[in-house]
């Protein structure tokens, strides 16, 4: 069976600063990665997605995040924290043998001036 | 603005009450997907559809029902309702339904059962 651990609930950083929100993935076969960001009373939004290739990928809103293998991670990263990027963040996995998208527990991004 | 339409926003009901919650996919994609989202058991996913027909199903109880018509609406049938049913609930869509598509979600329908 696929799971996604995100093993923090609630990561604080100020403005500024660069912020990682972690992601571990357990599944069979090569999987496929994906952030999402869920705003206050809205649905989940799409940031990036690791399918294949550098193991490094770029999304939206300046955000990126970092494949690896060998540690089944899969960290959210941003070099420069906005007010505006608080929010709820899920991570989520696939593989090309699973029949669905397996989301994380998420984590909450709170960022202070 | 993803694009994708549910309505209604809220729904208050009774215990044992059935409700309908209904779902309008982007522009272009075949497949829609629901999700409950709720404090204790976070993001769960309910069942698929691909251009009408069920392609996968996850953890969707048999008091709950889905259909997706020909003009690619979905509708999410829930009855015999328990407090327990109380949740926020997603309909997400994507072009293809393969495995590397991105969902797009709608901002959800809030069903609140008393």
């Known amino acids: 069976a696929q799971s996604v651990a995100q093993p923090e609930d609630q990561v604080n950083v100020a403005e500024g600063n660069p912020l990682t929100v972690k992601c571990t993935y357990s599944?069979?076969?090569?999987?496929?990665l994906f952030w999402y960001v869920q705003y206050p009373n809205r649905g989940l939004q799409f940031l990036l997605k690791?399918?294949?290739?550098?193991?490094l990928v770029k999304g939206s809103y300046g955000f990126e995040a970092e494949f690896n293998k060998s540690q089944t991670s899969f960290h959210l990263k941003k070099p420069s924290a906005l007010v505006s990027d608080s929010a709820l963040y899920f991570c989520a996995a696939h593989t090309g043998t699973a029949s669905k998208l397996t989301f994380g527990t998420g984590t909450r991004l709170q960022v202070t001036l | 603005d993803s694009g994708v339409t549910q309505t209604p926003k809220h729904l208050i009901t009774a215990t044992g009450q059935r409700v309908t919650l209904r779902c309008s996919p982007r522009?272009?994609?075949?497949?829609v997907y629901w999700y409950q989202q709720s404090l204790d058991q976070g993001l769960q996913f309910l069942i698929q559809y691909y251009n009408g027909e069920e392609r996968a199903k996850g953890n969707i109880l048999e008091r709950f029902s889905a259909q997706q018509f020909p003009d690619l609406h979905s509708e999410l049938n829930l009855s015999s309702l328990e407090l327990g049913d109380s949740a926020l609930y997603f309909c997400a869509s994507s072009s293809s339904g393969a495995y590397n598509s991105p969902l797009h979600f709608g901002n959800g329908t809030r069903l609140t059962v008393t």
């Open positions: 690791y399918i294949t290739g550098d193991n």
């Open positions: 522009s272009g994609d075949l497949s």
């Open positions: 599944v069979s076969g090569n999987p496929y």
